[in-house]
């Protein structure tokens, strides 16, 4: 897919404008337990996990124009997110089906699971998919876990080196958060300092 200059003015403009107004304050930040260089729980294994990052690079893609999602690690971040404990369990199962509800509509009009897609072919089956009512729903929640990996902390997994914020010129907050202050950590911090205070 070839994009032009107006493309980019576009498309960062709007994810400049969405921090502006605090737009992406309202999406459900759902932070997860574990790092993901700690976590012993991998939430997608094998064929679910590549079409994790397939599907996420094309909601998302590398244009050249700047990050797409596998440059900002949102393959990580959303399994990352997946496997906190906090999470609402409806909320997890519903995304991890949505996995099933797409190979289910592959073979429903190609015969074949997703991953045997070409690539225009599955361009054009999430094309399909979106015009759905659970389709439209779930690509939504995948975009919104695309966008906090854009520009959470690095810390959380997602954004390395500040790759988002470089992208999008923007100049995170101060304190920024560093161990012991890190979710889910920083409720064990607070817990030993009201005990100390007791």
């Known amino acids: ?12 403009a709007v994810l400049k404008q969405f921090m502006a107004i605090g737009v992406l304050s309202r999406i459900p930040f759902s932070w997860a337990c ?37 440059e900002i690690h949102a393959d990580r971040y959303l399994e990352w997110v997946l496997s906190d404990e906090r999470m609402d369990s409806e909320d997890r199962n519903y995304i991890l089906k949505g996995f099933n509800w797409i190979d289910e509509s592959s073979s429903e ?28 729903s779930w690509l939504s929640i995948m975009m919104n876990y695309i966008l906090e990996a854009l520009l959470s902390d690095p810390q959380y997994g997602g954004n390395p080196e500040g790759k988002g914020w470089k992208w999008l010129s923007h100049y995170p907050g101060y304190p920024r958060p560093v161990p012991g202050l890190l979710y889910p950590e920083i409720f064990e911090t607070l817990k030993k300092g009201n005990e100390q205070k007791i």
């Open 109 to 136: 009009h190609y015969k074949k699971n997703f991953l045997q897609l070409t690539g225009e072919e599955k361009i054009k089956l999430i094309e399909k998919v979106s015009q759905t009512g659970w389709g439209e």
């Open 34 to 70: 574990n790092r993901i260089s700690e976590n012993k729980h991998a939430v997608f294994t094998g064929h679910r996990f590549e079409m994790v990052r397939i599907i996420q690079q094309i909601l998302f893609p590398d244009d050249g124009f700047g990050p797409g999602a596998m």
């Open 1 to 12: 897919m070839n994009y032009d200059s107006g493309h980019l003015v576009t498309r960062r």
